[in-house]
């Protein structure tokens, strides 16, 4: 869904750029040296949709030890999720502007060790399918990236776009673990919540949700 350009946002989000690249800015430095970015080695988990950032801050606030990469193509809402970031002081995240479709120009191969869809585009109509974030194009590209135990950890409220991302991964070789149709049902007392989610549930939606580990994969797909 595209937003209502802000154009304010394009100088104001330059006062967070300790936290984002902004639309136009060099990432270059950070590609498949983000060890070097973040002055650590630790895990590196990615956030693919960050949108307004309340997931991954919220996440990165909890777990100080991970470096966090969240990846938005739309400027207009990740300003909000710097801002976030900046607020909390969170050193432990970077956010970019940036079309996960070159994902494998950002990190090196086996570099991430977890991948975060949440509440991605479904891209319904079917000559569309190949931008949906669980198509076999973009797993090619989570593959390269991911390391041999990396993940994917997909939620989404839309009941036909997770149907196909279980197809699809397991057409590709993935093994799924932890599916639900019905997350807030199981209780989990560690999910952290988007801005959508929390919008879906408190309309009765049921959340689904599943962890998508590598164990098979043919590369001959990145292409």
């Known amino acids: ?19 984002v690249t902004p639309l136009g800015g060099d990432w270059s430095h950070h590609a498949g040296a983000w060890a070097e970015t973040f002055g650590r080695t630790a895990p590196l988990h990615v956030e693919i949709g960050v949108g307004k950032g309340d997931f991954i801050t919220e996440l990165a606030a909890r777990n100080p030890d991970v470096n966090y990469v969240g990846l938005e193509a739309q400027q207009g809402v990740l300003y909000f999720a710097a801002r976030k970031a900046a607020e909390r002081q969170l050193r432990n995240v970077r956010l970019l502007v940036f079309d996960a479709a070159h994902l494998t120009e950002l990190f090196a191969p086996n570099e991430v060790d977890r991948i975060y869809l949440n509440f991605s585009d479904p891209w319904p109509k079917a000559r569309h399918a190949k931008r949906r974030l669980t198509s076999a194009f973009f797993l090619a590209r989570y593959a390269a990236a991911l390391k041999a135990d990396g ?3 997909f939620k989404t409220d839309n009941m036909g776009l997770f149907d196909y991302s279980i197809e699809t991964m397991q057409r590709e070789g993935w093994q799924l673990s932890h599916v639900t149709y019905d997350l807030h049902a199981c209780g989990e007392e560690d999910n952290i919540m988007t801005e959508y ?16 580990e590598i164990v098979l994969f043919r590369v001959n797909n990145l292409l």
Do not use: C, N, Q
């Open 197 to 212: 989610e929390r919008k879906f549930s408190a309309r009765g939606a049921k959340i689904g949700r599943l962890v998508d």
């Open 1 to 19: 869904m595209r937003l209502r350009r802000k154009p304010w946002i394009d100088t104001a989000i330059l006062d967070y750029a300790d936290f």
């Open 151 to 153: 993940e994917i950890h």
